[in-house]
């Protein structure tokens, strides 16, 4: 049984920083590709980053310069510190396994102008 919990989501001003973090549970984590995604009112679902188990990441185009994901193995894990954040931010930021069904319920994230 994968649970995947967010935390660290709030409101913030127009740059601004937050640190997102995904704790889980029921997966061997180190082996796994870890991402989050995000979903803006009346957007698709969009990847924001990944790490493979070996620490490679990706980043979609948009937050490249901004954001860093990270991985504590130990703690079973996942971090996205999120720092210069635009309005254009705003979403709700889900942790995701990658190449399965599973991600968590979501933390909001609403940066204001």
């Known amino acids: 049984q994968v649970q995947l919990v967010e935390s660290g989501g709030g409101l913030v001003q127009a740059g601004g920083s937050l640190r997102l973090s995904c704790s889980a549970s029921g997966i061997i984590f180190s082996i796994k590709t870890m991402a989050w995604y995000r979903q803006a009112p009346g957007k698709q679902r969009e990847l924001v980053a990944s790490?493979?188990?070996?620490?490679?990441?990706n980043y979609a185009d948009s937050v490249k310069g901004r954001f860093t994901i990270s991985r504590d193995n130990a703690k079973n894990t996942v971090y996205l510190q999120m720092d210069s954040l635009k309005p254009e931010d705003t979403a709700v930021y889900y942790c995701h396994v990658l190449w399965s069904n599973s991600w968590g319920q979501g933390t909001q994230v609403t940066v204001s102008s």
């Open positions: 790490i493979t188990s070996v620490g490679s990441t």
